[in-house]
């Protein structure tokens, strides 16, 4: 084996781990951002709610 292979091979490793652990807080950061986003605009929007009748005043000039 040349000399240097294993200490290369763990730096390696670590800054992988380290990647993958700040990709995967960065997907929960996203995921709780979008959820919190679709929360509002549910509460906010109400699309499940019937839409408003405007109502139409009586006519007055019969």
């Not at 294993?6 to 670590?14: D, F």
């Not at 929360?39 to 000039?61: C, F, K, S, Y």
Request: glycine residues 6%.
């Amino acid at each position: 084996m040349p000399p240097g292979l294993v200490a290369e091979a763990v730096r390696r490793g670590e800054r992988l781990r380290r990647l993958r652990a700040g990709a995967l807080r960065l997907f929960w950061v996203v995921l709780a951002a979008a959820a919190t986003g679709l929360t509002v605009w549910l509460l906010a929007a109400r699309p499940w709610a019937a839409p408003e009748v405007p109502v139409i005043p009586p006519p007055t000039d019969w």
